[in-house]
Nanobody, 123 residues
Framework: QVQLVESGGGLVQAGGSMRLSCAAS????????MGWYRQAPGKQRDWVAT???????NYANSVKGRFTISRDSAKNTVYLQMNSLKPEDTAVYYC?????????????????WGKGTLVTVSS
């Protein structure tokens, strides 16, 4: 089994910064990509950013230039540094990991999700 543990959410004023972390553990053979999604109240879950195993990053237009995704491969941990936060960034942020593992056979490209961490940006 694979577990994802997120941390770092909370309340911040507009213009402030916050860093989210997500640590993956369990029977992981290889992590292909790690990313963040968010879901604002009453809205669908949207993609925020992704970092691949070779370090390639990609961002949603709404956060480009303000958010930075990074990873510590040795710790199977992904980070999301959020700067210049806006009230519209308020959402539950979910960590997503795409990985390969061996469990009575090889399983490739499995997606796992964290439970989410709430980020509230006050105006």
């Amino acid at each position: 089994q694979v577990q994802l543990v997120e941390s770092g959410g909370g309340l911040v004023q507009a213009g402030g910064s916050m860093r989210l972390s997500c640590a993956a553990s369990g029977s992981i053979f290889k992590i292909n990509a790690m990313g963040w999604y968010r879901q604002a109240p009453g809205k669908q879950r949207d993609w925020v950013a992704t970092i691949t195993s070779d370090g390639y990053t990609n961002y949603a237009n709404s956060v480009k230039g303000r958010f930075t995704i990074s990873r510590d491969s040795a710790k199977n941990t992904v980070y999301l540094q959020m700067n210049s936060l806006k009230p519209e960034d308020t959402a539950v942020y979910y960590c997503n990991v795409n990985l390969d593992l061996y469990d009575n056979g090889w399983n490739y490209g499995l997606d796992y999700w964290g439970k989410g961490t709430l980020v509230t940006v006050s105006s």
